[in-house]
């Protein structure tokens, strides 16, 4: 049985083996699937048209920023959510439209403020007093007027893990949603902004609707607020954070958590902006791997695999489990309950713990759910090189970014003279 027809959700539609692909690309090996993200990006897009909403949707590049696939989206027509100068130079360099980029962060810098403006994006989403005197300052040295949207934090609890919740008020992103009339009052009166919107990304990997809608309701009553003080607002960005299947979870998909917002909106003659990255990209990914040994210590059974947390390292870091599954059922072992692991010298280098796998030596694994905050968020700890990243298009697949090279780790560095 092949890794295609044991994936429940039909979530790769392509009749390609993914044992071939780790044949001709090596191991490990990021394989996304273009059908997948097309259907993701196209779910929202199509919700937001049948809901009849002006809207932007702004792919967060963090979750997955290989110029193949912002290429992709940008195609699609979407636009981008950057959180640096780099993921900006990227857009632009994948055919971004940059009237079509969103660029948040609490710690932009002079020079990236400057490159956003010279690019001419559609909104700095700010995060502080102390940013807007910052894109004031550049934009009048350009001679010209920074679109601005102010991120306020409506204090929703997004029941998320700590590490990706955002919109508590004792995270650092955004500003206390009760200071927003006093700081969009200063900021109406700088000549080089130019007041455009309101932003809120509460978390992300969230799996109910409530947090979301909650976070809406403060968010629309401050619109109005900011209204009846004469600041009218052109765009609501309503951030990302649509969590997605690893384990059994079951989030509104993008059309229901259109839908839900949507009825909050009715009736307001108001552009929405969305922000998704995770529930475009994650479930359109895998990571391939291969079992290196098998080993016993007392009684644990350990996989030692060739991919390790340098290359994935959500499961280190928030304790994340994604799905591990044999790509080819092998006929000559039965199953074991394994931790599987990589090369780095660390105890928390893990993929998995405690999986059932029937697997020797030399077979390949296939980590799911894997194409957001996977590569992105990979390392060369341990002076391990990056992998290749791929994607499957039917029956073709191209090379979206080459395997890393002993020789790559070593470029720019230089021993003492
Ligand atoms: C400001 C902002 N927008 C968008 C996103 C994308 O979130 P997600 O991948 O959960 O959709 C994030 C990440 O949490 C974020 O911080
Ligand atoms: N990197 C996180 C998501 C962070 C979202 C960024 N604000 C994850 O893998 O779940």
């Known amino acids: 049985m092949d890794f295609f027809q044991r994936q429940q959700q039909h979530l790769f539609a392509e009749q390609c083996q993914v044992a071939d692909l780790a044949r001709q690309y090596g191991t490990p090996l990021y394989v996304y699937s273009k059908a997948t993200i097309e259907r993701h990006y196209r779910a929202f897009a199509d919700a937001n048209k049948t809901a009849g909403l002006e809207h932007l949707i702004c792919y967060a590049v963090k979750a997955s920023s290989n110029l193949g696939i912002l290429n992709l989206?940008?195609?699609?027509?979407?636009?981008f959510d950057i959180v640096s100068g780099g993921e900006l130079a990227r857009v632009l360099k994948a055919g971004g439209d940059a009237s079509k980029v969103v660029f948040s962060g609490v710690g932009k810098t002079s020079e990236e403020?400057?490159?956003?403006?010279?690019a001419g994006i559609h909104c700095f989403n700010v995060e502080s007093e102390a940013e807007i005197a910052r894109i004031h300052a550049v934009a009048e040295a350009m001679q010209t007027?920074?679109?601005?949207s102010l991120r306020v934090n409506p204090d929703v609890d997004a029941g998320t893990h700590p590490y990706i919740s955002t919109g508590l008020k004792d995270n650092k992103f955004g500003v206390p949603i009760s200071e927003a009339l006093r700081i969009y009052q200063l900021a109406a009166q700088l000549p080089y902004l130019d007041i455009q919107g309101v932003d809120c990304h509460i978390?992300?990997?969230l799996t109910e609707i409530q947090p979301f809608l909650d976070a809406l309701d403060r968010v629309l009553m401050l619109v109005d607020h900011l209204a009846e003080h004469g600041i009218v607002l052109s765009h609501i960005d309503v951030g990302g954070g649509l969590g997605v299947d690893y384990q059994g979870e079951q989030p509104p998909n993008p059309t229901e958590y259109v839908a839900a917002l949507a009825t909050k909106l009715q009736g307001r003659d108001i552009k929405v902006v969305y922000e998704p990255g995770r529930a475009i990209m994650a479930?359109?990914?895998i990571l391939v791997t291969e079992v290196e040994f098998l080993k016993t210590n007392e009684d644990k059974h350990f996989a030692i695999v060739d991919a390790a947390m340098n290359d994935l390292i959500r499961p280190a870091l928030y304790q994340a489990w994604q799905e591990i599954i044999e790509v080819e059922r092998n006929p000559h072992t039965s199953a074991q309950v394994y931790d599987v692991v990589?090369?780095?010298c660390e105890t928390g280098d893990f993929l998995g713990k405690d999986r059932s796998l029937a697997i020797v030596a030399g077979d390949l694994l296939a980590v799911r759910s894997a194409g957001a905050y996977g590569f992105?968020?990979?390392s060369n700890y341990n002076s391990r090189p990056r992998a290749a990243e791929v994607m499957v298009d039917g029956a073709q697949s191209y090379v979206i970014r080459e395997r890393e090279t002993f020789d790559d780790l070593i470029k720019g560095e230089h021993c003492l003279p």
């Open 73 to 79: 989206l940008a195609r699609l027509g979407s636009g």
């Open 113 to 118: 403020i400057r490159y956003a403006l010279q």
């Open 145 to 148: 007027k920074a679109p601005i």
């Open 203 to 205: 978390g992300s990997q």
């Open 283 to 285: 479930n359109a990914g």
């Open 342 to 344: 990589g090369p780095v």
């Open 376 to 378: 992105t968020m990979s």
